[in-house]
């Protein structure tokens, strides 16, 4: 299996890097490193990386960003950058990258648990979050028998524990292991539309 | 109560306010008629909305645009449309309207099904949906004390259902009753950060 991670440079994207590494052949797609460059928020950029790669088994998606503020200091524009980023970024992986998809292959989609159970400043995040959930459980009735698509949704993960605890005070560390498995589960396993929350 | 109702003329917006004008004062906003006039996906047709209504003690909103189209058929200005109409539209009713607000008013927005059991044809309105119910949850944590934000998602309304049956095959239609009480929920009631779910 020949599976692409977008984002393996990342606090999460490098330890499914390590466990996927050790079982299949892995492309490693960055911002500015990696077996190929993508900025996920260009559409062509996406296009571009996927003529690189050809065609791979599975797509793994660890990156997007979406602005952190008080929603009384969010801007329009700061909602955009999250649309861009985050949002339209991992669709138009799946949009894009379904011609470049063994039949069956999956789609990984990541989101996180702001989604569901979010804290102060996360209008935005959470938001697109959200919308990545329904976004998958939608697109496969789209879909069926062609591509699978799934999203982990992770709570806050150990490896990111020292950064950002401050922010969610009182949620439970994911240990990156539960991390890894929830990508396992969507490339190794059979499921599609999937919502795989690792929250506890 | 002085209650603005922002789609009033729509086919929940009509009925929901047939409900509160028997016992409150209604303000109906409307794309081309109503008390006022606005277009939902212009932030600014929206602040001169408010300079006209003046403060209100409930903003309701049963507007807002999304693109319905198979998977492989959305470009990706049809999500565009989706974010800048029922998306942004209904952010920025809060962002905006919050100002034009009593203290603990509320804001009442809208959504559906589609954002928890999806048709097909949806990969852009679900995720619009799904959109809405993150931040509902999320931006009550920075509003708290101020205003109340929450948002009615109701399955196939039983007015609707002769133009939509055939796309949402097996849905219960919800009685118009249903669907205004889960408007009342949010206005009359003391709740902030609620999905109101009226699925059956």
Redesign the interface.
Known sequence: MKILIVGGNGTIGKKVVTYFAQNYEVLIAGRNSGDVTVDISN?ESIQQMFEKTGTVDAIVCVAGEAKWK???E?S?ED??LG?KSK??GQ??LV?IGQHFLTKNGSVTLTTGI??????????S???????????V???V???EGQIRVNVVSSGLVEDAVEKYDAYFPGHNPIPMQKVINGYRKSVEGKGTGKIIKIYN
Do not use: C, Q, W
């Not at 159970?117 to 996360?122: E, G, L």
């Open positions: 559409s008080p929603f009384n969010l329009e909602y955009y649309f949002l339209m669709v138009n949009r702001l989604a569901d159970d979010p804290v102060p400043m996360t209008a995040a959470a938001m697109v979050n959200g919308a990545i959930h329904s976004f459980k939608a697109v009735l789209d879909l």
